[in-house]
């Protein structure tokens, strides 16, 4: 997500409400790893790249979704012998994508401005998001400075 960083936070400072989509797990062989992002505005703006167009745009229409129906979710995509036309990688691997709404008005956005502003700065920090779990904990942000706060 570093590569959008710095855009995200414009979006941010902006007020704009956005999806963002990030590959958090890969199996075989992937054309992005972990951490890669995508991002869709209200407007239909997308920013940056899960899996260099393979899936790119399943994963705009599940950003557009969330943004509308608020709901973070944990997608698979990956080749299928059971279903020749379903979205998937052409390159044999798998890779698992969150999206998360975040909206101008959610509680959590804060942690997200403050991740996106520190990456925009070039600061260190990290950024731990529930991937597994409670279906009302999935994509809850945790950011933490170098000092541990």
């Keep these: 997500m570093l590569d959008i960083a710095t855009e995200l936070n414009r979006w941010v400072e902006e007020g704009r409400d956005f999806a963002v989509a990030t590959v958090v797990a890969v199996g075989g062989s992937a054309p992005r790893g972990p951490g890669a992002a995508l991002a869709v505005d209200a407007e239909g703006t997308a920013i940056g790249s899960v899996s260099g167009g393979c899936v790119e ?21 990956g080749y299928s012998d059971d279903d020749a036309f379903a979205v998937g990688l052409t390159c044999g691997g798998v890779l698992e994508v969150m999206v998360t709404p975040v909206r101008a008005d959610a509680p959590d956005r804060a942690v ?3 991740a996106l502003a520190a990456a925009a700065r070039g600061e260190t920090a990290a950024v731990a998001r529930v991937s597994r779990g409670p279906a009302e904990l999935l994509g809850r942000a945790l950011f933490v400075r170098p000092d541990g706060s």
């Design 57 to 77: 745009g399943a994963v705009y229409d599940r950003c557009v979704q969330a943004l509308e129906d608020g709901e973070t979710v944990l997608e698979r995509f």
């Design 112 to 114: 997200f401005a403050a």
